[in-house]
């Protein structure tokens, strides 16, 4: 893409410590999509290693209120801005604890005099000094009130899609079905029936599944569902109950 961004995070990373691994997860999440980012990196981490610090920036907001921060969550932690990316991962452990980013002897810059790049003048860092060993309560003070996504509670009705694979599969974030009278789901004003995999679906047209990360998702046997319905990571999706 000729965007050294990627390129200049790892440079400072590998920086401060050149024996760190590197693990990419995604560079393809849309622009300002941070519920997007959110799912993929949930989706992720939870098969990578006790120990594994994750940095993730899907950051709308640089430069403005929202807080840099170290999320400590299960075995893991994670190093972003405050703008719920880091929600779903939190959730999973009601035990997370949240620091606010503030000694800036662990940044490259102030986040105050980085408007624009703080994955590569306070996050990269942050990640490489917590690989090194730092503990994550030596970055800054304990926070409580970590920004959270809006999410369907169990057994909801209604969600949006929150991600598109490179298949044009619908990935919401509702998941299994909240009564055994609901066998379809509405979307961009169609019915679609649920079935129990991707084979099952009619040949063309669109069909829905729980996948194997038992969320509900819209695709099309051997298609493209986002093309065929028209629509795009936040559309709204609900179970219909017959």
Not at 12 to 32: E, T
Not at 86 to 110: N, Q
Not at 213 to 232: H, K, P, R, T
């Amino acid at each position: 893409r000729g965007d050294p961004s990627v390129a200049s995070m790892k440079g400072v990373i590998l920086s401060i410590d050149p024996g760190i691994a590197l693990v990419d997860i995604s560079h393809d999440i849309p622009r300002h999509a941070v519920a997007a980012g959110a799912y993929v990196l949930s989706m992720a981490a939870r098969y990578f290693p006790a120990g594994t610090i994750h940095l993730a920036v899907v950051d709308p907001g640089v430069g403005g209120a929202r807080r840099p921060v170290v999320c400590s969550a299960g075995t893991q932690r994670y190093v972003g801005p405050d703008n719920g990316l880091f929600d779903a991962i939190s959730r999973r452990d009601p035990d997370a604890r949240w620091y606010e980013i503030r000694e800036v002897r662990y940044c490259l810059k102030p986040p105050a005099d980085s408007p624009t790049f703080q994955g590569r003048d306070v996050f990269a860092p942050v990640a490489a000094w917590l690989a090194h060993g730092t503990a994550p309560e030596a970055f800054g003070p304990p926070i409580d009130d970590p920004i959270r996504l809006a999410a369907p509670q169990d057994r909801a009705l209604d969600g949006e899609i929150v991600w598109i694979d490179r298949f044009g599969n619908l990935i919401s974030n509702l998941a299994a079905p909240p009564g055994p009278r609901a066998r379809a789901v509405a979307i961009a004003g169609h019915k679609i029936p649920l079935v129990t995999h991707y084979a099952a679906g009619p040949s063309g047209a669109p069909a829905a599944l729980i996948n194997s990360d038992d969320l509900l998702e819209v695709f099309v046997n051997q298609g493209d569902a986002a093309s065929a319905l028209q629509v795009s990571i936040g559309t709204p999706i609900s179970w219909i109950e017959s």
